[in-house]
């Protein structure tokens, strides 16, 4: 399988998840849009998320995946991120119902409980995926569903563009990336007991050149796909 390395044209000095997204936290709220993330979970059809009551929300980061089940209508939602910085600002926002300080692919929630794992933007920063698929399968309940929000490979092929910030001093800092194809994804699901439900792409639009102008040439270019997966009901 290719690498992010053989496609990386930025060569920024690389920080580690935990470093990275501290340092991120007080500017990621304006830097992320939501329809590279967000309008995707508008458009699955699966789950139906008015049938959530309970969710675990995996690399929760600044709580905005929270904000949104809990305008939903969920319930209980229980946050994990690796990052103290990003947890500070989703506990300021208040859509979850607990936080914790954990890596997600170990995040010592209780098993089998969720109707609903959803993990937004994050799993480039795994350099396997099988351990996350694994995890969503343990925290699920029967008939769970996990919901996964991920850069698509061809932008990060295409542009060759790792996860990055602006540090303090103004230097670009890149947050360790790894390159998933979409096989990568169907393996690990399956191998997990997972069943694939529902593919979406968010594609990059005119109207998202009045904040990111330089992605004029990525028009009609995929950014993120969005994979809604379920679990047998018994």
Known sequence: MPTFADFDRRHYRTVDVAIGYDGWAPTYDQTVMDDMDLALLNRLHRPNWERVRRAADLGCGTGRTGHWLRERG???????????????VARDRGAHTTLTHADVRDSGLPSGTYDLVVCSLIDEHLPDLTPLYAEARRLAAPGGAFVLVSYHPQFLMVTGMPTHYTGESGEPLAIDTHLHMFSEHVTAGNDAGWRLEEAAEALVEEAWLAAKPKWKDLLGHPFSMALAWTLPAV
Request: glycine share 14%.
């Open 74 to 88: 969920v319930a209980h939602i229980d946050g994990v991120d690796l990052s103290e910085g990003m947890l500070s």
